[in-house]
């Protein structure tokens, strides 16, 4: 198994164990009764078939299999009434990794409504690393998780699902997993999924990197706005409201 293949599958189990929503021990949101039964949440066993298998040094998941891969996540702390599901699909057969990770947000409106909103998180698109118009790692909105499938519930149609494409900060499908936790939990989520991944020091190291980036980019701005305001570069300058 290719080292891109193995910390993939390490994080997504640390993912699993340290912010999977679990209905044994969580109290399930409103929302819950209208995604289940369409969206069905699957368990850890269930997970393995869906990553890199160890016995299996060129894998690809199953896609048909894989329209059945839903990972039900914690709410994040400032949008506790919703449900975030995950589905994840990834190809390491190829000389470059191919991985897709579909993330839908389902709540009630005002009207006791159930309504969603969706985003995918892609590793770059081209042959073997050559030039295309979305040839980064990237993060763009969805309304449906698959092309052939019915919309997310209450999704606006209109949502436009090519274009923008976000670029984002990481160059393995580690840091893109990665990405699209800092983007759900902020930083407490990674340490949170390090804590339940203590015990491999492979992933400890990939996502310690990850961290460190994130926190020399934070310090640099931090230089940047000092020497933008003239105060030292310890103190906090004026914020924009």
């Known amino acids: ?54 016995d299996n040094e060129r894998f690809l998941s199953d896609h048909a299999q894989g329209r059945r891969a839903f990972i039900y996540l914690k709410p994040p702390e400032k949008a506790s009434r919703s449900l975030p599901v995950l589905n994840l699909n990834c190809d ?8 897709g990770l579909r993330l839908a947000f ?3 409106d005002d009207d006791k409504r159930p309504v969603s909103i969706g985003f995918r998180f892609e590793t770059p698109h081209g042959v073997d690393g050559e030039e295309g118009l979305h040839d980064y790692y990237h993060a763009q ?9 019915d919309n997310l519930l ?6 436009p699902c090519k274009l923008p494409a976000f670029p984002l900060q990481a160059q393995t499908p580690v840091e893109l997993l990665s990405c699209l ?3 759900i939990y902020g930083r407490d989520g990674i340490r949170r999924v390090m804590e339940a ?33 003239g105060a030292p570069s310890g103190k906090k300058g004026r914020r924009g409201k």
């Open 141 to 149: 909105p969805i309304n449906s998780f698959f092309k052939d499938s």
């Open 197 to 229: 991944g203590r015990d491999d020091r492979v992933l400890q190291d990939s996502l310690g990197k990850f961290m460190t980036s994130m926190e020399d980019s934070r310090r640099a701005r931090m230089r940047q706005a000092a020497a933008g305001s």
């Open 106 to 108: 389902f709540l009630l």
């Open 92 to 99: 390491f057969s190829g000389s470059l990794p191919n991985v």
């Open 1 to 54: 198994m290719s080292r891109d293949a193995r910390q993939f599958r390490s994080l997504v189990f640390a993912v699993f164990d340290a912010l999977q929503l679990d209905p044994q021990t969580m109290p399930l949101g409103p929302v819950h009764p209208y995604v289940a039964p369409v969206y069905p949440p699957m368990g850890r066993d269930a997970l393995q078939k869906f990553l890199p298998d160890p």
């Open 154 to 159: 209450n999704c606006p149609p209109w949502l």
């Open 181 to 183: 936790l800092l983007s």
